[in-house]
C-alpha cells in the first residue's frame, strides 16, 4: 500500500474537461477522494452501484501514486533536465468530460453519465492535446502525427527521427514528415482514419 504523503504542491494539468449537471453546472467532485468516486457513480461504479473493499483499497493506491506522481514533476531550478520529446496528436475527437443525465438510469449496470459529443476537444482518441502539456518550466519539444492512442509508438520513422535529434540535440533545416518537427506537417499523411477509430 502507498503510505500518505504531506500536502505538498503538485502539478495541475491545463483544463482537460469536467464532470458536469444535466445543466452543464460545474460539480464540485475530488477526483482525489476514492470514496467520491464511489458515492458519484463514476467508472466502474457507475454500473456496479458501489465498491467491493479491494476496489477501494485499489483506488486510494492508484490515487496516491497519481497525487506522488504530479508532486515530481514540478519544474525545479536546481535540476538540468535532459531533451524532452512529447510524441502527440490532435487528430481526433476525444471525450473529455461526463454530464450527468436528465433522467436517472433505470436499468441495472446503467451508469447516470453521458459523455456528449459537443463537449470533446482535439485529441488522439484517449488523450486530449491540451492535457499533453509539460509543467512550465520543463523544456519539451512536441511532434504531431495523425494518430490515436493505441498507435502513437507505431510510427517508428519518427521515432528514430526524434531519437536522432535528442542525441545530436539540434533541429534539423527543414522538418517533414518521418523527421521531427513541431509544426502539424507531419501528421497530413500516412495517419489513422476516422474508420479506424469506429473499428
Given at each position: 500500500m502507498?503510505?500518505?504523503?504531506?500536502?505538498?504542491?503538485?502539478y495541475?494539468?491545463?483544463?482537460?474537461?469536467?464532470?458536469?449537471?444535466?445543466?452543464?453546472?460545474?460539480l464540485?467532485?475530488?477526483?482525489?477522494?476514492?470514496?467520491?468516486?464511489?458515492?458519484?457513480?463514476?467508472?466502474?461504479?457507475?454500473?456496479?452501484?458501489?465498491?467491493?473493499?479491494?476496489?477501494?483499497?485499489?483506488?486510494?493506491?492508484?490515487?496516491?501514486?497519481?497525487?506522488?506522481?504530479?508532486?515530481?514533476?514540478?519544474?525545479?531550478?536546481?535540476?538540468?533536465?535532459?531533451?524532452?520529446?512529447?510524441?502527440?496528436?490532435?487528430?481526433?475527437?476525444?471525450?473529455?468530460?461526463?454530464?450527468?443525465?436528465?433522467?436517472?438510469?433505470?436499468?441495472?449496470?446503467?451508469?447516470?453519465?453521458d459523455?456528449p459529443?459537443?463537449l470533446q476537444?482535439?485529441?488522439?482518441?484517449?488523450?486530449?492535446?491540451?492535457?499533453?502539456?509539460?509543467?512550465?518550466?520543463?523544456?519539451?519539444?512536441?511532434?504531431?502525427?495523425?494518430?490515436?492512442?493505441e498507435?502513437?509508438?507505431?510510427?517508428?520513422?519518427?521515432?528514430?527521427?526524434?531519437?536522432?535529434?535528442?542525441?545530436?540535440?539540434?533541429?534539423?533545416?527543414?522538418?517533414?514528415?518521418?523527421?521531427?518537427?513541431?509544426?502539424?506537417?507531419?501528421?497530413?499523411?500516412?495517419?489513422?482514419?476516422?474508420?479506424?477509430?469506429?473499428?
Amino acid at each position: 500500500m502507498v503510505p500518505p504523503e504531506e500536502d505538498t504542491a503538485e502539478y495541475s494539468a491545463p483544463f482537460t474537461g469536467g464532470i458536469y449537471d444535466a445543466n452543464l453546472c460545474k460539480l464540485d467532485i475530488d477526483l482525489s477522494d476514492a470514496q467520491q468516486w464511489v458515492d458519484n457513480g463514476l467508472s466502474i461504479f457507475g454500473h456496479q452501484g458501489g465498491a467491493t473493499p479491494e476496489q477501494l483499497t485499489h483506488l486510494r493506491n492508484a490515487l496516491a501514486r497519481a497525487r506522488a506522481f504530479r508532486r515530481q514533476i514540478l519544474f525545479e531550478p536546481s535540476v538540468k533536465y535532459p531533451p524532452i520529446a512529447c510524441l502527440v496528436s490532435d487528430s481526433f475527437p476525444t471525450k473529455t468530460s461526463a454530464v450527468m443525465k436528465a433522467n436517472p438510469p433505470v436499468k441495472k449496470g446503467e451508469t447516470k453519465w453521458d459523455f456528449p459529443d459537443k463537449l470533446q476537444l482535439p485529441g488522439d482518441g484517449r488523450v486530449p492535446v491540451c492535457g499533453t502539456q509539460l509543467p512550465p518550466g520543463i523544456p519539451g519539444k512536441f511532434y504531431y502525427v495523425k494518430s490515436l492512442h493505441e498507435n502513437l509508438l507505431k510510427h517508428t520513422e519518427v521515432l528514430e527521427s526524434i531519437l536522432a535529434e535528442q542525441l545530436r540535440d539540434s533541429p534539423p533545416e527543414e522538418p517533414c514528415r518521418g523527421e521531427p518537427c513541431t509544426t502539424r506537417q507531419a501528421r497530413d499523411e500516412g495517419g489513422d482514419t476516422e474508420e479506424e477509430e469506429e473499428e
